[in-house]
Protein backbone atom coordinates (compact mmCIF):
# COMPACT_ATOMS: atom_id res chain seq x y z
CA UNK A 1 0.00 0.00 0.00
CA UNK A 2 1.09 3.56 -0.83
CA UNK A 3 0.25 6.13 1.63
CA UNK A 4 -0.39 10.12 0.42
CA UNK A 5 -0.43 12.46 3.76
CA UNK A 6 -1.93 15.89 3.04
CA UNK A 7 -3.19 18.52 4.87
CA UNK A 8 -0.25 20.64 6.90
CA UNK A 9 0.04 24.39 6.89
CA UNK A 10 0.93 27.52 9.11
CA UNK A 11 -1.57 28.54 11.51
CA UNK A 12 -1.44 30.37 14.60
CA UNK A 13 -1.60 29.08 18.38
CA UNK A 14 -5.18 28.08 19.15
CA UNK A 15 -6.08 27.22 15.82
CA UNK A 16 -6.79 23.69 14.04
CA UNK A 17 -6.07 21.77 10.66
CA UNK A 18 -6.75 18.62 9.66
CA UNK A 19 -4.55 15.72 7.90
CA UNK A 20 -5.52 13.11 5.45
CA UNK A 21 -3.47 9.56 4.70
CA UNK A 22 -4.90 8.48 1.53
CA UNK A 23 -4.04 5.08 1.11
CA UNK A 24 -3.60 3.66 -2.51
CA UNK A 25 -2.88 0.21 -4.55
CA UNK A 26 -4.70 -1.14 -1.73
CA UNK A 27 -6.66 -0.40 1.36
CA UNK A 28 -6.55 0.20 5.12
CA UNK A 29 -8.83 -2.96 5.48
CA UNK A 30 -6.66 -5.31 8.38
CA UNK A 31 -4.27 -2.45 8.53
CA UNK A 32 -3.17 -0.25 12.06
CA UNK A 33 -2.71 3.68 10.74
CA UNK A 34 -0.40 5.56 12.57
CA UNK A 35 0.09 9.49 12.60
CA UNK A 36 4.18 10.14 14.04
CA UNK A 37 5.18 13.62 14.24
CA UNK A 38 9.48 14.30 14.23
CA UNK A 39 11.42 17.41 14.53
CA UNK A 40 15.06 18.30 13.51
CA UNK A 41 16.03 17.84 17.40
CA UNK A 42 14.00 14.70 18.11
CA UNK A 43 13.23 11.39 17.11
CA UNK A 44 10.03 10.65 15.52
CA UNK A 45 7.15 10.20 17.96
CA UNK A 46 3.93 8.84 17.94
CA UNK A 47 0.93 10.81 18.00
CA UNK A 48 -2.23 8.69 16.94
CA UNK A 49 -3.04 5.46 15.60
CA UNK A 50 -6.08 3.33 15.05
CA UNK A 51 -6.76 -0.44 14.39
CA UNK A 52 -8.65 -0.53 11.20
CA UNK A 53 -10.63 -3.71 11.96
CA UNK A 54 -11.60 -3.09 15.69
CA UNK A 55 -12.03 0.52 14.92
CA UNK A 56 -9.98 1.19 18.33
CA UNK A 57 -7.88 4.59 18.50
CA UNK A 58 -4.66 5.10 20.63
CA UNK A 59 -3.02 8.99 21.52
CA UNK A 60 -0.09 10.28 22.77
CA UNK A 61 -0.71 11.95 25.95
CA UNK A 62 0.47 15.31 24.89
CA UNK A 63 -2.50 15.15 22.18
CA UNK A 64 -5.17 13.74 24.13
CA UNK A 65 -8.26 15.40 24.16
CA UNK A 66 -6.92 18.02 21.15
CA UNK A 67 -6.38 15.62 18.44
CA UNK A 68 -8.86 12.87 17.19
CA UNK A 69 -7.78 9.93 14.20
CA UNK A 70 -10.83 8.97 12.66
CA UNK A 71 -11.44 6.82 9.33
CA UNK A 72 -13.90 7.25 5.71
CA UNK A 73 -13.80 3.73 4.55
CA UNK A 74 -15.38 4.93 1.21
CA UNK A 75 -12.70 7.07 1.02
CA UNK A 76 -9.82 4.50 2.07
CA UNK A 77 -8.36 7.59 4.45
CA UNK A 78 -7.89 8.41 7.81
CA UNK A 79 -7.39 11.68 9.25
CA UNK A 80 -5.77 13.49 11.94
CA UNK A 81 -8.31 16.32 13.33
CA UNK A 82 -5.70 18.93 15.31
CA UNK A 83 -7.40 21.13 17.51
CA UNK A 84 -5.83 23.43 20.30
CA UNK A 85 -2.34 24.13 18.27
CA UNK A 86 0.20 25.28 20.30
CA UNK A 87 3.68 25.73 18.92
CA UNK A 88 5.14 22.44 20.31
CA UNK A 89 3.03 20.70 17.60
CA UNK A 90 5.21 22.06 15.06
CA UNK A 91 6.56 19.22 13.35
CA UNK A 92 6.71 17.23 9.88
CA UNK A 93 3.51 14.84 10.71
CA UNK A 94 3.87 11.82 8.55
CA UNK A 95 1.11 8.37 8.54
CA UNK A 96 1.89 4.58 8.41
CA UNK A 97 0.35 1.80 8.01
CA UNK A 98 1.35 -1.64 8.91
CA UNK A 99 -1.03 -5.14 8.90
CA UNK A 100 1.25 -6.55 11.77
CA UNK A 101 1.46 -3.94 14.67
CA UNK A 102 1.00 -5.87 17.67
CA UNK A 103 -0.97 -3.80 20.47
CA UNK A 104 2.25 -3.32 22.48
CA UNK A 105 3.87 -1.54 19.15
CA UNK A 106 0.86 0.59 18.28
CA UNK A 107 3.11 3.64 19.44
CA UNK A 108 6.29 2.58 17.78
CA UNK A 109 7.85 3.63 14.79
CA UNK A 110 9.53 0.45 13.95
CA UNK A 111 6.36 -1.32 13.90
CA UNK A 112 5.58 0.26 10.54
CA UNK A 113 6.85 -0.63 7.53
CA UNK A 114 4.56 1.74 5.16
CA UNK A 115 4.81 5.54 5.36
CA UNK A 116 3.83 8.72 3.67
CA UNK A 117 6.23 11.55 2.41
CA UNK A 118 5.40 14.08 5.32
CA UNK A 119 3.30 17.09 5.37
CA UNK A 120 4.51 20.33 7.78
CA UNK A 121 2.76 21.69 10.25
CA UNK A 122 3.81 24.72 11.89
CA UNK A 123 2.13 26.64 14.52
CA UNK A 124 3.09 30.08 15.36
CA UNK A 125 3.05 31.99 18.91
Known amino acids: VQLQASGGGLVQAGGSLRLSCAASGGTFRGYTVGWFRQTPSQEREFVAGTRWSAGSTYYADSVKGRFTISRDSAKNTVYLQMNGLNPEDTAVYYC???????????????????WGQGTQVTVSS
Open 96 to 114: AADRNVILSATRSARAYDY
